[in-house]
């Protein structure tokens, strides 16, 4: 069975500092990955995704994640983060044959001025 | 364009009773799917309807169901509400079936059920 695991409930940063938040999934072929953010009463916003090809992949709001097949890792990078960026974060993994999205548990980001 | 809406944002429902929510997709996406959200369980899918049909069911039980329209809009029910049925429900609008290459999905801002 698929899974995601996002092993940082909580993190805080200070703003202007880089940021990584940690995704490590488990699927048995190649995994379409997604980031997500959501804002406090909000729904779901897709940052990035990936499907194939590069595996450094670029997003909105200046963001970017790397697959790493042998990691089984999709990690989520910022180099200088704003406060604007205080969110939940979501890593979700989806694929052939599997047509629901699985989400990780989340990881909640808060940024300190 | 517009993106996913959902109606109502905000319900509270007393225990025993039904309830239904709506979701209206993206212009010309044919996939609707609903995913419960809650601080314990975190984010569940429910169903996805794509064409009208129901193409994927997650496990929860019967007292859920969903239906889609031939204009791709789509309905929850939740039947004999109970206290755990208290989430936020989210509906996501695909162009084409989730798990098919290249199919991103494109959440709305869910509606927030309080079952009391």
């Known amino acids: 069975a698929q899974s995601v695991t996002q092993p940082d409930i909580h993190i805080t940063v200070s703003e202007g500092a880089s940021l990584e938040l940690r995704c490590n999934y488990s699927?048995?072929?190649?995994?379409?990955l997604f980031w997500y953010v959501q804002s406090p009463g909000q729904g779901l916003q897709l940052l990035l995704k990936?499907?194939?090809?590069?595996?450094l992949v670029q997003g909105i709001k200046g963001f970017e994640a790397e697959f790493k097949r042998s990691q089984s890792s999709f990690n989520l990078r910022k180099p200088s983060v704003h406060w604007s960026d205080a969110a939940e974060y979501f890593c979700?993994?989806?694929?052939?044959?599997?047509?629901?999205?699985?989400f990780g548990s989340g990881t909640r980001l808060q940024v300190q001025p | 364009k517009a993106g996913v809406t959902q109606t109502p944002r905000y319900l509270i429902k007393t225990r025993g009773q039904q309830v239904t929510l709506s979701c209206s997709p993206i212009?010309?996406?044919?996939?609707v799917s609903w995913y419960q959200q809650t601080p314990g369980q975190g984010l569940q899918f429910l169903f996805e309807?794509?064409?009208?049909?129901?193409?994927n069911k997650g496990n929860f039980p019967g007292r859920f169901s969903g239906r889609q329209f031939s204009n791709s809009r789509s309905e929850m029910n939740v039947s004999t509400l109970e206290l755990g049925d208290s989430a936020l429900y989210l509906c996501?609008?695909?162009?084409?079936?989730?798990?098919?290459?290249?199919?991103?999905?494109?959440f709305g801002q869910g509606t927030r059920l309080t079952v009391v």
């Open positions: 996501a609008s695909s162009l084409r079936e989730q798990g098919l290459r290249g199919t991103e999905a494109f």
């Open positions: 699927y048995g072929a190649t995994p379409y």
């Open positions: 990936y499907f194939s090809g590069d595996t």
């Open positions: 979700a993994v989806g694929g052939t044959g599997r047509r629901a999205l699985t």
């Open positions: 212009s010309g996406h044919r996939s």
């Open positions: 309807y794509f064409s009208e049909t129901q193409r």
